[in-house]
């Protein structure tokens, strides 16, 4: 059980660590500011709510299904806000955050390759998600910056008679590709150069190291998923705008 004096001393060590970051930051003229104080802080308070949510949640089991809405929720509002650039954005974000989420978890519990326990809804549906979440950003921004460096080679499509959907297939497929290939780099160099969060939660858990792994790889298996999915349906229906895409 952690005493007050657990708590002091971990609060202090996190400002320090904090504090570091920022001066720092400001010695090599990196120009954030206070930005880094703002995102542990903003981290600090959103974490604390959590714990105390999932308290509750852990203890009545029918809330998981709530919790997992306000997490699909929040990912698709912040997605939104990411893709408003792109013809229909917003609802091309929900669509991607969720096809790409709801259909992994379907997939991962579905074949059983997790227990259905809320605890591990809650911890998978959370890192799923997320990357979905990621994913749709991603993907959009490569799309978008895709279409404006080869506006003209669209427009020449357009202009034979291909349809929007054809005239922006390869720059979707482009974008699905950058948008993935820095995580599966990263999957590929686990247990290497990195021990991933979720190995090292369910290793801090108590689960033996064969167990931890396996949580790691359907995790790692669920992420390559989300991310693809979500990917493929942002794009396709980011392709189907009728307008070409200008500016910077």
């Known amino acids: 059980m952690s005493t007050a004096v657990d708590y002091a001393w971990f609060v202090a060590g996190l400002m320090a660590m904090t504090g570091l970051t920022l001066l720092l930051g400001r010695w090599a003229g990196v120009g954030l500011g206070l930005f880094p104080l703002w995102a542990i802080g903003r981290a600090v308070v959103q ?4 714990a105390l949510l999932l308290r509750g949640i852990l203890s009545v089991p029918w809330t998981v299904a709530g919790f997992i809405l306000l997490m699909l929720t929040t990912a698709s509002w912040t997605a939104m806000g990411r893709l408003r650039e792109l013809w229909h954005g917003r609802r091309t974000a929900v669509l991607g955050v969720l096809a790409g989420a709801l259909l992994t978890l379907v997939v ?8 259905l326990q809320v605890r591990y809804l809650v911890a998978v549906g959370g890192i799923i998600i997320g990357n979905s979440m990621s994913a749709a950003t991603l993907a959009g921004r490569n799309f978008l910056r895709g279409s ?54 369910a290793l801090f858990g108590g689960a033996s190291p064969a167990t931890a792994a396996q949580f790691q790889l359907v995790v790692l298996a669920g992420i390559a998923l989300t991310m693809t999915v979500t990917g493929i349906v942002v794009t396709r229906l980011a392709g189907r705008t009728p307008y070409v895409v200008t500016g910077a």
């Open 108 to 115: 991962i519990f579905g074949l059983r390759l997790v227990d």
């Open 148 to 201: 404006r460096a080869r506006k003209d080679e669209i427009e020449a499509w357009l202009s034979l008679g291909a349809t929007p959907a054809q005239a922006h297939e390869a720059i979707g497929r482009e974008a699905v590709r950058e948008s993935l290939l820095p995580t599966l780099d990263q999957t590929k160099s686990t247990g290497l150069v990195t021990l991933p969060g979720a190995f090292v939660g």
């Open 47 to 50: 974490l604390t709510v959590i």
